[in-house]
C-alpha cells in the first residue's frame, strides 16, 4: 500500500465521535479508578505524547527515526539537574527550559541527520541516539548507568502536581492542547509541505520548496514535543536514567505510531494506549507447562505488531474507521425512469 493510502489524516464523523468519547472517559477515570489506575492512565498520556511527536516526523514528513527517545531523555535530565535537592523547582520556567534543550538538541542532531535519506537517515538517528545514550550512561557526573532521582515534582503554584489527581488531568489537558496543535499544523500550509514531501520530495523542490528547511523545522518541533514528554514521565516518575534514551525506547515509539495508524495523530494515541495494555496483558500471561508465556511477552507483541502491519496497514484506527463505516446504513438507489441512467454516488 502506498504512503498516501496508509495514512488517514482526514478523521470520519464517526472517528470523531470515538474521540469525543475517548476525552470524556479520560475525563471521568479517576472518579471510578484507584490511585494506581490512575497513574498507569497519566503514564499511557504521556507516552501517546511522546507517539505523537514521533507521528509528525514518521506518519506526516515521512522520516522515520530509530532514536527519538534521545529527545525524550534530554528533558528528563534536564529536570532531574533544575530541581535542587532540598525542595521543588518552579514549573513555569523549567518546562519550557527543557522543552527548549531537547528542541535544541534536535535541532542540532537534525542540521546534519535531514541532509541524508531512505536507510542511511534511519541509520544515522539511531547513530546520533547512541552516542547521546552513552555519554550519560558512561558519564558518573552526568548520572551514569544508575541514573538520577527527582526528589520532587515540579511546583505549579496554581495548583499541586504532587496529588496524583491533579498530576493526572495536567497531563491529560497537556495531551489535548498538544492534538489540537497538531491536527491544526497538519492542514497549514507548512503541514501540506511536509505531506507533500512525504509523497513526492523531488517534485517539491522542483515547484521551489526549500525541502531541507522544511525537514529541519519539523525534526526540532519533533524533538521539542517528546522533550514535553520526557519532563512529564521524569515528573510522574521521579527517576530518570539513560534507558529512556536507549533504542528499546525509540522502538516502542514507533510500534505505538504503526499499531495506531501513521498521519493522524488520534492513531499515535490509541497506539500508545494499545501498546502499554497489550504489553501488562502479555506480561501477566501465565506458564504453560515449563514455558513461560508472560517472560517472553516481547515476542508476543513482535507477532501482533507484524499482523498488523500485514492485515491493518492503517492501524487500528483504519480498522474502527472500516468498521464504523459498514454499520452506517447505505442509501437505497432511486430507480431512474424508462429510458434515463442512474447518476454515480
Given at each position: 500500500?502506498?504512503?498516501?493510502?496508509?495514512n488517514?489524516?482526514?478523521?470520519?464523523?464517526?472517528?470523531?465521535?470515538?474521540?469525543?468519547?475517548?476525552?470524556?472517559?479520560l475525563?471521568?477515570?479517576?472518579?471510578?479508578?484507584?490511585?494506581?489506575?490512575?497513574?498507569?492512565?497519566?503514564?499511557?498520556?504521556?507516552?501517546?505524547?511522546?507517539a505523537?511527536?514521533?507521528?509528525?516526523?514518521?506518519?506526516?514528513?515521512?522520516l522515520?527515526?530509530l532514536?527519538?527517545a534521545?529527545?525524550?531523555?534530554?528533558?528528563?535530565y534536564?529536570?532531574?539537574?533544575?530541581?535542587?535537592q532540598?525542595?521543588?523547582?518552579?514549573?513555569?520556567?523549567?518546562?519550557?527550559?527543557?522543552?527548549?534543550?531537547?528542541?535544541?538538541?534536535?535541532?542540532?542532531?537534525?542540521?546534519?541527520?535531514?541532509?541524508?535519506?531512505?536507510?542511511?537517515?534511519?541509520?544515522?538517528?539511531?547513530?546520533?541516539?547512541?552516542?547521546?545514550?552513552?555519554?550519560?550512561?558512561?558519564?558518573?557526573?552526568?548520572?551514569?548507568?544508575?541514573?538520577?532521582?527527582?526528589?520532587?515534582?515540579?511546583?505549579?503554584?496554581?495548583?499541586?502536581?504532587?496529588?496524583?489527581?491533579?498530576?493526572?488531568?495536567?497531563?491529560?489537558?497537556?495531551?489535548?492542547?498538544?492534538?489540537?496543535?497538531?491536527?491544526?499544523?497538519?492542514?497549514s500550509?507548512?503541514?501540506?509541505?511536509?505531506?507533500?514531501?512525504?509523497?513526492?520530495?523531488?517534485?517539491?523542490r522542483?515547484?521551489?520548496f526549500?525541502?531541507?528547511?522544511?525537514?529541519?523545522?519539523?525534526?526540532?518541533?519533533?524533538?521539542?514535543?517528546?522533550?514535553?514528554?520526557?519532563?512529564?514521565?521524569?515528573?510522574?516518575?521521579?527517576?530518570?536514567?539513560?534507558?529512556?534514551?536507549?533504542?528499546?525506547?525509540?522502538?516502542?515509539?514507533?510500534?505505538?505510531?504503526?499499531?495506531?495508524?501513521?498521519?493522524?495523530?488520534?492513531?499515535?494515541?490509541?497506539?500508545?494506549?494499545?501498546?502499554?495494555y497489550?504489553?501488562?496483558?502479555?506480561?501477566?500471561?501465565?506458564?504453560?507447562?515449563?514455558?513461560?508465556?508472560?517472560?517472553?511477552?516481547?515476542?508476543?507483541?513482535?507477532?501482533?505488531?507484524?499482523?498488523?502491519?500485514?492485515?491493518?496497514?492503517?492501524?487500528?484506527?483504519?480498522?474502527?474507521?472500516?468498521?464504523?463505516?459498514?454499520?452506517?446504513?447505505?442509501?437505497?438507489?432511486?430507480a431512474?425512469?424508462?429510458?434515463?441512467?442512474?447518476?454515480?454516488?
Amino acid at each position: 500500500m502506498s504512503a498516501v493510502k496508509a495514512n488517514l489524516e482526514t478523521l470520519p464523523r464517526s472517528l470523531q465521535v470515538v474521540v469525543v468519547l475517548g476525552l470524556i472517559a479520560l475525563l471521568a477515570f479517576p472518579f471510578v479508578g484507584t490511585d494506581f489506575y490512575t497513574q498507569m492512565v497519566a503514564r499511557m498520556m504521556i507516552l501517546a505524547i511522546f507517539a505523537m511527536s514521533l507521528d509528525l516526523l514518521q506518519g506526516v514528513t515521512g522520516l522515520v527515526s530509530l532514536g527519538h527517545a534521545a529527545y525524550f531523555g534530554l528533558a528528563g535530565y534536564a529536570l532531574a539537574f533544575l530541581t535542587p535537592q532540598d525542595g521543588p523547582v518552579s514549573l513555569w520556567w523549567t518546562l519550557p527550559l527543557a522543552v527548549a534543550a531537547s528542541g535544541l538538541g534536535a535541532l542540532v542532531i537534525g542540521f546534519f541527520v535531514v541532509r541524508t535519506r531512505g536507510i542511511y537517515f534511519i541509520m544515522v538517528t539511531m547513530a546520533f541516539a547512541q552516542m547521546v545514550f552513552f555519554l550519560f550512561f558512561d558519564n558518573k557526573a552526568l548520572g551514569g548507568s544508575d541514573g538520577i532521582y527527582i526528589n520532587f515534582k515540579p511546583n505549579a503554584h496554581l495548583f499541586d502536581l504532587e496529588s496524583k489527581r491533579v498530576f493526572y488531568y495536567f497531563t491529560l489537558a497537556v495531551l489535548a492542547l498538544v492534538y489540537l496543535f497538531l491536527r491544526r499544523l497538519l492542514f497549514s500550509p507548512f503541514g501540506r509541505a511536509l505531506a507533500g514531501i512525504r509523497v513526492n520530495e523531488h517534485r517539491m523542490r522542483a515547484m521551489g520548496f526549500s525541502t531541507f528547511g522544511y525537514k529541519l523545522a519539523a525534526f526540532t518541533l519533533s524533538g521539542a514535543l517528546a522533550g514535553l514528554a520526557g519532563y512529564l514521565w521524569g515528573a510522574q516518575t521521579g527517576f530518570v536514567n539513560p534507558e529512556l534514551m536507549g533504542f528499546h525506547m525509540s522502538a516502542h515509539a514507533i510500534m505505538m505510531v504503526i499499531l495506531g495508524g501513521m498521519g493522524n495523530f488520534a492513531g499515535a494515541i490509541a497506539g500508545a494506549f494499545a501498546f502499554e495494555y497489550l504489553l501488562h496483558a502479555f506480561k501477566d500471561l501465565p506458564s504453560v507447562g515449563g514455558f513461560d508465556a508472560g517472560k517472553h511477552w516481547q515476542l508476543w507483541m513482535g507477532l501482533f505488531i507484524v499482523l498488523v502491519v500485514a492485515f491493518a496497514p492503517r492501524g487500528l484506527l483504519g480498522v474502527l474507521e472500516h468498521l464504523l463505516r459498514r454499520r452506517e446504513p447505505r442509501a437505497t438507489p432511486v430507480a431512474a425512469p424508462l429510458g434515463e441512467e442512474v447518476p454515480d454516488a
